[in-house]
Structures are given as structure tokens and as C-alpha cells.
Nanobody, 125 residues
Framework: QLTLVQSGGGLVQPGGSLKLSCVVSGITADSYTLGWFRQVPGKGRQRGSCMGDRDNDKFYDDSVRGRFTISRDNSKKTVWLQMDSLKEEDTGVYLC??????????????????WGQGTLVTVSS
């Protein structure tokens, strides 16, 4: 059974940083896409970033490009999201995602085979 367990998140002031982690278990495929999305009340699900197997195979939404960095360690089946220069509009419940399809499919269709449990990130002074 595919399972994603997240850690990290919390309260941070504008301009601050946070790092989210997500460990994937139960996946047997050699190739899969990992990503981060966020849920915002009244605005639905927003994409953050998606990453394929290769280190240069990444996509960032315009809203986070240049401030957020996605990375993964395939041996540890872990994906991280380093969030810098946080803004109040980054507030939301962040979800990690694992998808057996391509990066393009995940980040264009906002789809996944499984989601993490979600972690709240609050950016406020």
C-alpha cells in the first residue's frame, strides 16, 4: 500500500523559512513523480512543485518559483520542500504527492496516486 508521511510546517513570520519532508513507502516502481501542493480555503488546491527522477527534472508554479526548492533522495524515498522568503499568501495545508505518471501530468492535472496527510503552514506576523 502506497503511503506518504509528512513532517515539518508550523508558524513562521513573513520572510522566514520552513522545510517540509515527506517519506514514501509501499512504492515498487522504479520511476515516479513526487510533488507538493497546497489547499487554501476558498481557493481549492494549488500546485507548488513537481519533480521527476532526475535532479534537473523539476517544475515550479510561478507563485513559488525562485523561493521554493524541491529535492528528493530516491534511496530514502523522501522528498523535501525548502520554502524561503515566505509570504502570507503561502499559508495553507501542504500536501505531498506521489504519482506513477509523468511530471507534466501531475503538475498540469493536479493529480496523484496518493497524498500525504497534510501539514499546516501559517505565515503571519
Amino acid at each position: 500500500q502506497l503511503t506518504l508521511v509528512q513532517s515539518g510546517g508550523g508558524l513562521v513570520q513573513p520572510g522566514g523559512s520552513l522545510k517540509l519532508s515527506c517519506v514514501v513507502s509501499g512504492i515498487t516502481a522504479d520511476s515516479y513523480t513526487l510533488g507538493w501542493f497546497r489547499q487554501v480555503p476558498g481557493k481549492g488546491r494549488q500546485r507548488g512543485s513537481c519533480m521527476g527522477d532526475r535532479d534537473n527534472d523539476k517544475f515550479y508554479d510561478d507563485s513559488v518559483r525562485g523561493r521554493f526548492t524541491i529535492s528528493r533522495d530516491n534511496s530514502k524515498k523522501t522528498v523535501w520542500l525548502q520554502m524561503d522568503s515566505l509570504k502570507e499568501e503561502d499559508t495553507g495545508v501542504y500536501l505531498c504527492a506521489a504519482y506513477l505518471g509523468t511530471l507534466q501530468q501531475m503538475c498540469r492535472m493536479y493529480t496523484s496516486d496518493e497524498w500525504g496527510q497534510g501539514t499546516l503552514v501559517t505565515v503571519s506576523s
